[in-house]
T-cell receptor, first 113, second 113 residues
Framework: DTAVSQTPKYLVTQMGNDKSIKCEQN?????MYWYKQDSKKFLKIMFS???????INETVPNRFSPKSPDKAHLNLHINSLELGDSAVYFC????????????FGNGTRLTVT | QQQVKQSPQSLIVQKGGISIINCAYE??????FPWYQQFPGKGPALLIA?????SEKKEGRFTISFNKSAKQFSLHIMDSQPGDSATYFC????????????FGTGTRLKVLA
């Protein structure tokens, strides 16, 4: 059983297109995150949701819009894709209200051409 | 204040040797310090974690040493194996309502057979 699953694993698209990445976790966690990992492997937080409520929004362009239909799902929609959006996007989750481990998905490699 | 500085950027160790990765932080409010291991094509996975009331934690070949006064912590991998070759990230958690995790810049470890 995959704890945090992301789809698709690979996404190749052209500049200007709109795309979505889906994330689901079956760990019963209340808090979910989107992280971006660039070509140098830097992990940068983008968004965090707790019980479907946005709690972290880290100066991400408003072309990126997260949506949490329920606490087990956190999707990421990206409008008007740019070359600089090429990266690996990781979804993660953790238990609410305590410093505890993040559980990551295996990432979505987005390539914008 | 919210940075976690990690070194070295890359590390090559002979099989059976000791791998040491260091991290330093500024924000004394951090209360949880995990280390993550990432293999190519996978998401980061929790390796070992420590809280600031403990100076050392050992799990198998992996040990975290924590120096609260110096605001530094390090990962030691004893008897390093080729299978340990991966990217390692230190992280620190902010105990606010957002439970934000700040990651170090990563260390690419290669263990030579």
């Amino acid at each position: 059983d995959t704890a945090v699953s992301q789809t698709p694993k690979y996404l190749v698209t052209q500049m200007g297109n709109d795309k979505s990445i889906k994330c689901e976790q079956n760990l019963g966690h209340d808090t979910m995150y989107w992280y971006k990992q660039d070509s140098k492997k830097f992990l940068k937080i983008m968004f965090s949701y707790n019980n479907k409520e946005l709690i972290i929004n880290e100066t991400v362009p408003n072309r990126f819009s997260p949506k949490s239909p329920d606490k087990a799902h956190l999707n990421l929609h990206i409008n008007s894709l740019e070359l600089g959006d090429s990266a690996v996007y990781f979804c993660a989750s953790k238990k609410q209200g305590e410093s505890s481990p993040l559980h990551f998905g295996n990432g979505t490699r987005l390539t914008v051409t | 204040q919210q940075q976690v500085k990690q070194s070295p950027q890359s590390l090559i160790v002979q099989k059976g040797g000791i791998s040491i990765i260091n991290c330093a932080y500024e924000n004394t409010a951090f209360d949880y310090f995990p280390w993550y291991q990432q293999f190519p094509g996978k998401g980061p996975a929790l390796l070992i974690a420590i809280r600031p009331d403990v100076s050392e934690k050992k799990e198998g070949r992996f040990t975290i040493s924590f120096n609260k006064s110096a605001k530094q912590f390090s990962l030691h991998i004893m008897d390093s194996q080729p299978g340990d070759s991966a990217t390692y990230f230190c992280a620190a958690s902010i105990p606010s309502g957002t439970y934000k995790y700040i990651f170090g810049t990563g260390t690419r470890l290669k263990v030579l057979a």
